[in-house]
């Protein structure tokens, strides 16, 4: 009897050590998770656009060399950053968006809005520095930049609806396919043909 029981006490205890691991390693999957999260560096990211767009604004009236507003990225992060938009968390790193909290998105969409954040960003990134670099021109041009920071002002605008855009995707019943479906029709207009177009007016305030 010792015989065929010891067996199967063995065979008993490896299951039950085996069904524990299982468990504890489930719960601490998702813990490990939310710590990585948790020690994100947060932003608000509808702050940031609006604080630009015045910086800028209120550079121009002065126009001091002193103050220049310095360039700044706002979607271009290496550390593991959450940047809030309308409400909606974006996990940011290495310069690419790699989840947004509360939503199932495949690759193919992270990429979509990837491309038009970060062309966004990019483009008022470099406009802000052109500015400022105009500005130390000799023979400086105050025509090329008002055009300059007419540009820097769409982009930041046109930055603050694509974000509005996507938080009013989720709205829906099924907001992850919402997003899904129509982040890839979403289409960016040519700066440089709506800076012709435009009458834009510093200071601009930015819908949010």
Same mark, same amino acid.
């Given at each position: 009897? /010792?015989?065929?029981?010891? %067996?199967?006490l ?5 299951t039950?050590?085996?069904?524990l691991?299982?468990?504890v390693?489930?719960?601490?999957? %998702?813990?490990?998770?939310a ?11 509808n ?8 910086q ?5 009236k002065n126009?001091? /060399?002193n ?5 700044e ?18 996990y ?22 990837t491309?038009?954040?970060?062309l966004l960003d990019?483009?008022q ?5 052109r ?15 008002r ?9 930041? #605008?046109?930055l ?7 938080a ?7 907001p992850?396919l919402t ?5 890839a ?5 040519n ?8 009458n ?7 819908? #949010?």
């Open positions: 009897m /010792k015989s065929i029981k010891s %067996p199967a063995i065979f008993f205890l490896i039950t050590l085996s069904c691991s299982i468990h390693l489930a719960q601490n999957k %998702p813990t490990k998770q710590d990585i999260f948790e020690n994100a560096d947060r932003l608000n990211g702050d940031m656009i609006e604080r630009l767009a015045a800028r604004s209120a550079y121009n126009r001091s /060399k103050s220049l507003p310095k360039a990225y706002i979607i271009n992060r290496n550390n593991l950053t959450l940047i809030s938009f309308n409400g909606l968390d974006y940011i790193k290495n310069n690419r968006v790699i989840g947004i909290q509360g939503l199932n998105l495949s690759d193919e969409a992270l990429n979509q809005i491309g038009k954040l970060v990019s483009i990134f470099n406009q802000s520095e500015s400022n670099t105009e500005h130390f021109n000799p023979n400086v041009d105050f025509q090329k930049i055009n300059i920071d007419r540009q820097f002002m769409l982009t930041l #605008k046109m603050s609806s694509t974000v509005r855009d996507i009013a995707f989720t709205k829906s019943e099924n992850s997003v899904e479906t129509n982040v029709k979403m289409r960016l207009p700066i440089d043909k709506a800076a012709e177009k435009s834009v007016q510093l200071p601009v305030l930015l819908s #949010k």
